[in-house]
Every structure is written in C-alpha cells, then in structure tokens.
C-alpha cells in the first residue's frame, strides 16, 4: 500500500467533501503526479457499493489494474476486448472492476451488471467524458442506481468546443497546475528551446478543429512538408546536436512521419531510435518502451500514442517534431517529461528541498525541443502551459525574452516583474511635481569657496540618518523622501521593523530567478534561501548573482 503524497491527500479528502454534496465532481493533477494512485486509494477505501474505473487506451486500464492491485491485495476485474468478468461469481459487497469503455459501451457488458450495480465510477482522463460512449455508460449505470457517485481525473480539463464537463460532473473538489506542481518540487523544472528551420513554411497547411474542439493543423498537410528528405535532416541533426545524452521522446505529425524521422536519426547514430504507433504489436511496444527505460534506445518517435498513460520517469527531453495549436495536446506531450526521477522527490516534507533534491539529481530539468519555421500563425509553446496564472503580456514577453535552455517558470517570474516595473514607468511618465525642493547657492568662480550669500532652499533639514541606512530604506522600499526626515535611531528602529517581512530588491530578484516567491519573506531568511542555493552549486542553474 503506497502512501499518498500531501497533495493527493488533500484531492481525496475534497473529493470526499464534494460527494457529500453532490453526485459527482472532478480532480485535476498534471500528468506525472499520480492520478491513477490517487484514485486507486479512493476505489480502495470507497464503502457505498461497487466501484468501476473507466478508461479509453489499454496502457491506461493495466496501469488502473496495477496500481488498484497494489491497494486491494488482488487483481481487480477487467472488462476489455475478449477479457470478461462473471459478477455473479465474484465476491459481493466490494466488487472493483477495471473497464474499457469501448467494450463497457456495449449493451451485453452493461446488463450482467445489473444485479451487482455500481456505486462510483471513476471515469480517467475525464475529458474525453462528453464523448456518446462515456455517457451511455454513466447513464445507464445511474438508471440503475440513482445514488451513483461519479468521479473525473483529468491533466488537461479544458475544452474549446463549448462541450463543458460541467454537463457530466458537477463540482471541482481540487486541482493544481504544472507550474504549481514545479514550484511545490513534485515535478521537474521545464528548459525551452526553439530550433528555427528556414526552410520550414506552416502558412499553407490547413487548419481544421481536433476532437477536443481546438483549432489545430490538419496533420495530412504536416506530413507533405515534414517527410520531405531536406525537412527530415533538418530535424534529425539539430536532435542529435541538443538533446545530447537525454532520453528522448519526440512526437510527429503522422505515422508515416514518425518512421521515417526515426529511420533519418538511425543513418547519423545507428540504433539510437525507434518508432511506435497505434497498429505496433503490443508486445514489441512493451519491448521497446521497455528499451528506452533501460537506455538501450535514445529516442522514441511517435504520433500521439504515448500522450497519455506512458511512464517513463528517465525521459528528460521531449522533442515537438511538428507544431501545435492545441494548447491539451501540447500539454499532454510535455507531461511525458516532466517525472523526476523515482525515489528523489517522495519523503521530502519541504517545497525548497524537494526542488534542491531535483536540481542535484541526474535528471535536473526537462528539455523541450520545438521545430519552428515560417509561419504567420501563433504557435502553442511550453510558455502558454506554465504560464496559465500570468496574462497574455508576461507570457509574450518570457517566450520573446527566453535565451537557449532558458528555465521556462524562471523566464515567466522574470517577465512578470519586468513588465511590473515597465508598467509602473508608463504610469509614472505623465507625472510631473508642483514644486520641488532644492538649494542655490551662488560661487565666486574667482575667490577661494562658495559665497553664500543667500539660498533658495526652502525643504526641511535633513534627519541625521546615514547615508547607508537611506540606502538600505529605499531598497527596502521605504520613500526617500520619508526615510530623509529620520534620525538615527528612528532609521534603526524601522530597519529592524520593516526587514522582518521584506527582504531588499536584489534579494527578491535572486529568490525569484530561482523559482522562490519573496513575498512577505525577511531580510535574514532570505538571506538563508540564498545560501541554501549557493551551498548547491550555482553553476547547475546559471551564474551566480554578482
């Protein structure tokens, strides 16, 4: 039995909360912080009836049936293809079956449980639920029991087709995003990379919605101008070049395009990669899944197969090998790489330690690789999926900004307080004082000093504050004007006051390039931060702050 993380604690108690006030509600984890295990915990401990988790890929129902294995002390039942449960065999009261919805879809499969109703069903990557199929099942199982509790865990909740999952879950009782999850150290940190072919042109590829709603390239269009024999090497080398040693998984337009990138990359590094897609026999696919785990292939191509339900925590680069409107799909690609590595992160109480613990490891960051050409459509990057609590602005300012192998949630903190202060100056530059305070004093250029002879200085004395302490005001963010008039010990007195919540400007810009916020943070336990990251090494995150 695992034990869950504080986070999937939290979903669980919510959900928990939730379904005592509705009949169903929805969880929301990026990919790779353990969804399945979560639900595994909630099937495990679930009292009110029979449970069912609903899944739409065979990776996603073996991993199900795995990891509820690992809670229950059995197998559970599964219903997929020819694999069938008998329920009127099966032991009563506690019944957990693992289901295929194309194979639950069917009518035969529903009604030999109609005797032994469900009492929840956990629908995975609940934003296919909408789909005709998923909602037939759910139906039909709450036409047989209309006390059913339903529950939906998805990584990318959203739909641009209007088609709302509040039409089948009625609540949200937790989420969290992938920057938040990178920031709380549960995943690791994303490095963005652009690789500009200038023989690549999008403008005249198509653009038709996908199955989730969102505008996106027709991939038949993709494939005429990424199969080309130039376009092939054009990716291939700048691959091999960047990525270096990392494990790598890189997702194509078509099938047809997957293969022969693959066979491209084999020509420079023979055997370094391998290819899957939907009509792979899935035992050669476990094979070479299997490979890639154990480094015995650098690359893995494919074409949307490995979006959802692959787990590999050693892959630490992910190569875009087409581009991409759709903001689910790009999300779904770049959850592949974002695991660390098992055993560095779980045990690790604090946020700051688990990110340490990530940033010493083998597998420090994620490297995404996005092939980019002459387009005059705005393309999807890994700056729109981190980017999700900051506007449009910082977003097109970090990706603007972003030097190669720029730390993605770093360019964004940048970018937020660049455009902070840009915006402050634009608000400021219309301002203009009704008078100012100043002194004159006229000088005999001839003679031995000044002449004061009179002054026009009309403000009042300085305090006998010192220079560094007005200095250390400022930077503290106290006005000048009001830390002028201070004595000594009024400067000391505020010093102490104000430094126990506010750390200065150049510690708040260290804390921030690090992924740390400085809010209500002191001056001495930033001071601790900084050293904590010194006493790791600078050099694994840039130079260190001069």
């Not at 981190?386 to 977003?395: A, K, N, T, W």
């Not at 031995?448 to 002879?453: E, F, K, R, S, Y």
């Not at 009042?460 to 930077?475: E, F, K, V, W, Y």
């Not at 943070?521 to 001071?527: F, K, N």
Request: charged residues 25%; aromatic residues 6%; neutral net charge.
């Amino acid at each position: 039995m695992k034990t869950l993380r504080p986070y999937q604690q939290a979903a669980l108690d919510a959900t928990l909360a939730r379904l005592r006030q509705y009949a169903s509600t929805t969880v929301v984890l990026p990919t790779g912080l353990g969804k399945t295990v979560y639900a595994a915990k909630l099937i495990a401990d679930w009292v009110m009836g029979n449970a069912l988790f609903l899944a739409h890929t065979k990776e996603l129902i073996a991993q199900a049936a795995d990891k509820l294995e690992a809670e229950l002390g059995y197998r559970p039942a599964v219903e997929m293809n020819l694999q069938s449960a008998d329920p009127d065999t099966l032991w009563q009261g506690g019944l957990v079956v693992v289901g295929s919805v194309q194979t639950m879809y069917g009518d035969r499969r529903l009604d030999k449980y109609r005797r032994h109703p469900f009492g929840l069903i956990v629908v995975d990557e609940c934003h296919h639920a909408t789909a005709p199929t998923y909602q037939k099942v759910i139906n039909y199982c709450r036409n047989v029991n209309p006390a059913l509790k339903g529950v939906g865990i998805t990584a990318t909740p959203n739909r641009a087709d209007g088609t709302a999952l509040g039409l089948v879950f009625e609540s949200v009782a937790y989420q969290m995003s992938i920057n938040d999850a990178v920031v709380g150290g549960w995943l690791v940190p994303v490095t963005q990379e652009y690789v500009v072919v200038d023989s690549l042109s999008f403008d005249r590829v198509k653009i038709r919605k996908n199955g989730l709603g969102e505008a996106d390239f027709v991939a038949a269009d993709l494939e005429q101008v990424l199969t080309e024999e130039e376009t092939l090497h054009a990716m291939a080398v700048p691959t091999l070049e960047r990525v270096g040693e990392r494990s790598t998984l890189v997702f194509t337009a078509t099938v047809r395009h997957a293969h022969l990138l693959a066979a491209v990359l084999n020509r420079y590094r023979p055997g370094s990669a391998q290819a899957v897609d939907g009509g792979t026999d899935p035992g050669r696919r476990r094979e070479i899944v299997a490979d890639i785990a154990a480094g015995r292939v650098q690359y893995l191509c494919n074409c949307a197969v490995l979006t959802e339900g692959f787990d590999v925590p050693n892959c630490s680069a992910i190569v875009m090998g087409r581009p991409h409107k759709s903001l689910v799909l790009y999300t779904q690609m770049l959850g592949r790489g974002l695991r660390p590595l098992p055993g560095v992160v779980d045990g690790v109480a604090d946020a700051f330690d688990r990110r340490m613990q990530v940033l010493t490891s083998p597998k420090p960051d994620c490297l995404v690789l996005d092939f980019v050409g002459n387009s005059a459509h705005k393309l999807v990057s890994s700056f729109d999926v981190l980017g999700g609590s900051y506007d449009d602005e910082v977003r097109d300012l970090a990706r603007r900004g972003a030097a190669p192998k720029k730390d993605v949630g770093q360019a964004l903190e940048q970018a937020k307080h660049l455009l902070a202060l840009q915006r402050q100056w634009k608000e400021r530059e219309d301002i203009r004082a009704d008078y100012v305070r100043y002194g004159a004093y006229p000088v005999d250029p001839f003679g031995d000093g000044p002449a004061i002879a009179g002054s026009a200085y009309t403000g009042p004395a300085r305090g006998s504050i010192t220079d560094s302490q007005l200095r250390l005001l400022i930077n503290l963010g106290v006005s000048g004007d009001t830390a002028r008039r201070y004595s000594k010990r009024q400067a000391g007195a505020v010093i102490d006051k104000v430094a126990r919540t506010h750390c200065t400007a150049k510690q708040a810009r260290v804390l921030a390039q690090y992924g740390i916020d400085p809010t209500g943070m002191g001056m001495d336990e930033a001071s601790q931060k900084i050293d904590e990251i010194a006493a790791n090494g600078w050099q694994r995150l840039g130079e260190s702050p001069q």
